[in-house]
């Protein structure tokens, strides 16, 4: 079993930044892509971002291209979402997630296999 914690979640005014980081542990973590996924009230779940095993097939949604950079350390088993620019439309419970490399290979982010407890992001005025 992989298990995944999210941190770093919290709330931020318009144009603020903050950084999400998502420790792993269990399997060896360093076979997995790690995606970022968010979720609003009332919303489906959306892929943000995601970074295969080596960090070699980085992608990310439409939505947060520009804004958002994602990164690894795989010495540290931690992987790394920088958020800046925030908006208000951001806020959403923020998700790591784990799955094979295949899932991010460049095309989308869908769903992954393991899943953290998620952390609040808040954008406000």
């Known amino acids: 079993q992989l298990q995944l914690v999210e941190s770093g979640g919290g709330s931020v005014q318009i144009g603020g930044s903050l950084r999400l980081s998502c420790a792993a542990s269990g399997l060896i973590p360093d076979y997995y892509a790690i995606g970022w996924f968010r979720q609003a009230p009332g919303e489906e779940r959306e892929g943000v971002s995601c970074?295969?095993?080596?960090?070699?097939?980085?992608d990310y949604a439409d939505s947060v291209k520009g804004r958002f950079t994602i990164s690894r350390d795989n010495a540290k088993r931690t992987v790394y979402l920088q958020m800046s620019s925030l908006k208000p439309e951001d806020t959403a419970v923020y998700y790591c997630?784990?799955?094979?490399?295949?899932?991010?290979?460049?095309?989308?982010?869908?769903?992954?296999?393991?899943w953290g407890q998620g952390t609040q992001v808040t954008v406000s005025s």
């Open positions: 997630s784990a799955g094979p490399d295949y899932k991010c290979s460049g095309y989308g982010i869908p769903l992954m296999d393991y």
């Open positions: 970074i295969s095993s080596s960090g070699s097939t980085i």
